[in-house]
């Protein structure tokens, strides 16, 4: 199994331009996340997906949406990238162990907005 | 108040030694309480979670919970250079089901010297 993967690792983009980064898993999980990580804030939810074709924002949604196009895949979009957007984020999946729902998180990518 | 408080270090401790990691938390609905490593460019790897009061054991890792106190910790045993990381904590927003969030810390830099 790959875990959790996404796409790309790295990327630059100018303000003003749009992309899509890409996360899948393969570990059958149902719910997946979408956090930023910023030095000095910590890990901040974007937005989640509690299972197939329901998503709902998190902490931090503004400039961002999201697609849950299978149970597999939920991809993050910058629609008009800003300066403020250059972050590290990564994806996760969860599952319910005893109650307890863990997640685990793909490698990350890391965007620079210039 | 924050509602994920963590000293953000950074703890020396020599090799061999016990690390102790704290956390506090503010909301007393949440349930399950996860300890995550994640080393420097690298991604956040689930070390162990803990959702009864007490301690719970995993090799040289014990997490510790006390739901009265609102205080969670890990304890490293025999602490090696290779555990020179930051160290999350992160607690589950209520209520606790699928799509749960969680919430994280800021991190424990922690530092192992040979």
């Known amino acids: 199994n790959a875990g959790v993967t996404q796409t790309p690792k790295f990327q630059v983009l100018k303000t003003g331009q749009s992309m899509t980064l890409q996360c899948a898993q393969d570990?059958?999980?149902?719910?997946m996340y979408w956090y930023r990580q910023d030095p000095g804030m910590g890990l901040r939810l974007i937005y989640y997906s509690a299972s197939e074709g329901t998503t709902d924002k998190g902490e931090v949604p503004n400039g961002y949406n999201v697609s849950r196009l299978n149970k597999r895949e939920f991809s993050l979009r910058l629609e008009s990238a800003a300066p403020s957007q250059t972050s590290v984020y990564f994806c996760?999946?969860?599952?319910?162990?005893?109650?307890?729902?863990?997640?685990?998180f793909g490698p990350g990518t890391r965007l620079t907005v210039t | 108040q924050k509602e994920v408080e963590q000293n953000s270090g950074p703890l020396s401790v020599p090799e061999g030694a016990i690390a102790s990691l704290n956390c506090t938390y503010s909301?007393?609905?949440?349930?399950?309480f996860f300890w995550y490593r994640q080393y420097s460019g690298k991604s956040p790897e689930l070390i162990m979670f803990i959702y009864s009061n007490g301690d719970k054991e995993d090799g040289r890792f014990t997490a510790q919970l006390n739901k009265a106190s609102q205080y969670v910790s890990l304890l490293i045993r025999d602490s090696q250079p290779s555990d020179s990381a930051t160290y999350l904590c992160a607690v589950n927003r209520p209520p606790n089901q699928a799509g749960t969030a969680l919430i994280f810390g800021k991190g424990t830099t922690l530092s192992v010297s040979s």
């Open positions: 909301d007393r609905g949440s349930q399950s």
């Open positions: 570990m059958n999980h149902n719910s």
């Open positions: 996760a999946s969860s599952v319910s162990t005893s109650g307890a729902y863990e997640q685990y």
